[in-house]
């Protein structure tokens, strides 16, 4: 199957971009806010999650304006919340995946009413013979923790204080860092407008009022793989939408006093047969500054050639001014095709409307 796979980079220089919830160890004051962070050996590893990577990319998605996006109704029950868990219509459901089941609290109070208006406007579950069923899709796309290129001895803790207020001042204190974030994606296109409804987790994507839909929309029906398809047409649409939003990602927290770019600094992307990351080793570091290991990434390129594993070419997004001397680095090799972040994501999208086959290679 045909991947787009992509390392990217994430300059921040003083920031705090996914905070834990946990006290500062040591801290001078009670009211503290640390970061995440992976202790090593060698070090303190500042990182964000996949999680927090994936709603900073759902909040690029669904406030860009010019990106066109469906997005799906959320419900909440209780102490689970679930989306309508509908692909057919709604490209969050199809491109980031769901898990929706009927609830089987037996408590009163907790069970939900057939009769909550919020509930009806939701896409009801049935099986073929009537009855409540669950519905699950592993999602096509797939992020990784993003994760400081280099350990750091101490993240820095910063004390201040309310003195607005009359009285005495509210001290408060808070953990950033400077670093830079390495993170990875991967979207497989086979399963993009792809739906399932298989008898197995994370492919019973369809229930029998989804396959109705399915019927109803005009998608075709692969019988012999319990499946049903989107026109490349419509599947493209949902690509592009979803790998432009990269390109101009926003969010993180404490951007009021850590104001960070987080749209990548440093891009390298392609389409690929295979689902592996092959460009994971192409940055090192020098002193927590990034390395570009040019040799490294001719090796890769080279070795995705002689496989036949390397679909598209090779598109490396760069910012201007960021790390002059490893981008004329990058100017050294001549088969890649050097732009910004954004334009490697949108050159992806424009080699893919001119190359469908790809969708399904």
């Known amino acids: ?43 303190n ?96 796309f797939r992020a990784s923790t993003l994760v400081s290129i280099a350990p750091l001895d101490n993240i820095t803790a910063d004390w201040g204080s309310m003195t607005r207020q009359e009285g005495d001042p509210v001290p408060y204190e808070h953990q950033f860092y400077r670093t830079t974030l390495r993170g990875a994606i991967s979207l497989n296109l086979g399963l993009v407008g792809k739906f399932y409804y298989r008898r197995r987790t994370g492919f019973q994507n369809l229930d029998k009022i989804r396959r109705d839909l399915a019927d109803r929309h005009g998608l075709e029906h692969l019988p012999e793989e319990f499946a049903y398809r989107f026109s490349q047409e419509e599947r493209l649409r949902r690509i592009a939408s979803l790998l432009r939003a990269i390109g101009r990602l926003q969010g993180g927290a404490k951007q009021t006093i850590h104001y960070t770019d987080v749209a990548p600094s440093a891009v390298i992307c392609a389409v690929i047969r295979g689902g592996n990351s092959p460009f994971s080793y192409v940055f090192g570091h020098k002193n927590g500054i990034p390395v570009l290991q040019a040799e490294t990434l001719q090796a890769v390129i080279n070795d995705l050639w002689s496989d036949n594993l390397l679909l598209s070419p090779v598109y490396v997004g760069w910012k201007p001014g960021y790390l002059p001397d490893e981008y004329a680095k990058l100017m050294q090799i001549s088969e890649l095709n050097v732009v910004t972040p954004r334009l490697a994501f949108e050159s992806i999208v424009t080699w893919l409307v001119a190359n469908p086959g790809a969708l399904d290679a």
Do not use: H
């Open 45 to 140: 590893y500042p990182y964000v999650s996949a999680q927090a990577f994936r709603y900073w990319l759902r909040d690029t998605l669904e406030n860009a304006g010019d990106i066109e996006w469906v997005k799906a109704p959320i419900y909440r029950e209780d102490k689970i919340a679930y989306t309508d868990a509908n692909p057919i219509y709604y490209w969050d459901d199809d491109l980031l995946g769901y898990m929706r089941a009927p609830s089987k609290k037996k408590k009163e109070k907790e069970v939900v009413s057939a009769d909550d208006p919020n509930l009806q406007t939701m896409t009801p579950l049935e099986d073929e013979d009537g009855e409540p069923t669950t519905v699950t899709r592993a999602a096509p």
């Open 1 to 43: 199957m045909a991947f787009v796979t992509s390392m990217f980079l994430i300059d921040a220089p003083a920031s705090a971009l996914n905070n834990s919830g946990e006290p500062i160890p040591g801290a001078r004051t009670e009211n503290t806010s640390s970061v995440k962070f992976i202790r090593a050996k060698d070090g």
